[in-house]
């Protein structure tokens, strides 16, 4: 039998977004919500691991998908009719297990270190439910935790007397429950007499063990409930990935403008100056230096390497080490090898770079022809003059030369000079006449 099993709610529409697409699918910190949820499930070990979708279901499901393909498994929720029935449709296609973790879609503030500690108490009391608190400055909305020194039952904000309403430990809704304990329980909710709706939280009145509850920061358990608290959980989250990445050896010349996305894997000796953008699944080698506003998505740099300042390298661009890429070079789906340099004004689309070349200022492959794109192929030690405009389909031979504002459409062999351009000529005294 399967030991952790994990239900995550992405439900509800999210109205206070006020846009179309569903909540979970918008991103913090380059991650969408739900997203921050299933990799702690998956890190978590989680198995089986399911997702309630409802408002955009085909829009979640297919990023879901996408993503994670069998690890993950959806139900649809029809109607929401609160969090005890999503937990329920989930439940009656959740493969047996001993403990089922429940978290949100949409509280990308948690830490994987808590929930460790969760699972792990829970754990080790064999609890019917452990939980995750917290103490709130304004507790307006939250469920409320009312003990006789143990926890005792919460309260929903909607059925709080005015004496409740004053409590400022709050319920995050992040639970771990004994299997049998959940199965039971799910069967013998009742709608709530004021909403009809079934609410998960009626099961702690149900245990008869103590509850076992870790308390957390109020910092980790907000929600994403508006754009404004979606920008906000997108600053806290960079903070924190930024934090990290320094306390691993990376220099950042200004920590407050630099965008780290959270798969991006930097290495110690890095540096980043200010305003870079790191988007997507970026990998930075060790004592790579990144200039001033560079913008890289999904782009491999090997060590050594100097980027920018104002580059702008795009998903599938790949250096070997010690390369250059200056100031207003693009470079997409190609490849660099070891010290080859684009240090100037250039773009570089689908080509394939061997070693030590040296790609002048201005250069431009023309990587499409309107319906197509083509390869431009390198070889080892090239030169490019300035100005080369390269028509791909192209293959420029080892140690080749193009000379400056050519345009070069035939393959250039090994060793030549590759010249395609009008010859100059000068009018003599052509002033005066
Ligand atoms: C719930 C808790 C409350 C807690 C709060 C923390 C209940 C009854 N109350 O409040 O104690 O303080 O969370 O944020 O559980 N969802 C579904 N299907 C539904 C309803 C909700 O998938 O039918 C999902 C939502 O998308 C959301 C999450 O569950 O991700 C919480 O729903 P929300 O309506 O915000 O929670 P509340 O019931 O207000
Ligand atoms: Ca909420």
């Known amino acids: 039998m399967h030991d952790l099993g994990c239900i995550v709610l992405c439900a509800g529409q999210g109205t206070r977004m006020k846009t179309k697409r569903p909540k979970v699918l918008h991103e ?24 309630v979708l409802g408002y955009e279901k085909e829009q979640v499901r297919e990023g879901i998908e996408n993503h994670y393909g069998k690890q993950v498994q959806t139900v649809v929720q029809d109607k929401q009719r609160g969090t005890g029935h999503a937990v329920q449709v989930a439940f009656e296609n959740l493969a047996p297990c001993k403990r089922v ?83 039971a329980g799910l069967a013998n909710l009742k709608p709530n007499e004021v909403t009809k709706e079934l609410y998960l939280t009626d099961l702690i009145a149900q245990a008869q063990k103590p509850i076992g509850s870790i308390e957390v920061s109020d910092k980790e358990i907000v929600g994403v409930n508006d754009m404004v608290q979606l920008a906000k959980a997108d600053r806290l989250l960079r903070r924190r990935i930024n934090e990290e990445w320094m306390r691993e050896g990376v220099e950042m010349l200004d920590y407050k403008t630099t ?40 782009a491999k740099v090997g060590e050594n390497s100097i980027v920018g300042p104002f580059a702008r390298l795009r998903p ?38 061997g070693e030590a070349c040296n790609i002048g200022a201005g250069t431009i492959t023309c990587n499409y022809d309107g319906q197509k794109k083509h390869k431009t192929k ?39 000079l590759g010249l395609g351009r009008a010859r100059q000529e000068n009018k003599k005294d052509w002033v005066k006449k």
């Open 259 to 298: 965008y780290i996305d959270s798969e991006v894997k930097l290495s110690p000796g890095v540096v980043l100056e200010q305003g870079v953008i790191l988007r997507g699944a970026c990998e930075i080698g060790p004592g790579v230096r990144i200039g001033a506003y560079s913008v890289l998505q999904d």
């Open 28 to 51: 913090a910190a380059g991650k969408a919500l739900y997203a921050w949820s299933l990799d702690w499930a998956l890190a978590l070990k989680a198995n089986p691991i399911q997702a």
């Open 316 to 353: 599938g661009a790949v250096l070997e080490s010690d390369c250059k890429i200056g100031n207003f070079v693009e470079v997409k789906k190609s490849h660099f090898g070891k010290g080859s340099k684009a240090s100037h004004l250039a773009y570089i689309g689908d080509a394939e770079i």
């Open 101 to 183: 973790l429940v978290l949100y879609g949409d509280t990308p503030l948690l830490t994987l270190d808590t929930l460790k500690a969760l699972c792990l108490l829970q754990e080790n009391t064999k609890s019917e439910i452990s939980m995750l608190t917290a103490y709130v400055k304004n507790p307006f909305g939250y469920g409320r935790i009312v003990r006789d020194n143990n926890i005792k039952e919460i309260i929903e904000e909607r059925n709080a007397s005015a004496e409740q309403k004053e409590i400022t430990e709050i319920n995050p809704g992040i639970y771990v429950f004994d299997y049998e304990f959940l199965k």
């Open 378 to 416: 390198i070889d080892n030690g090239v030169f490019m003059g300035s100005n080369a405009t390269l028509v791909a389909p192209l293959h420029l031979g080892d140690s080749s030369y193009v000379g400056a504002g050519s345009v070069i459409n035939q393959d250039v062999p090994a060793k030549a």
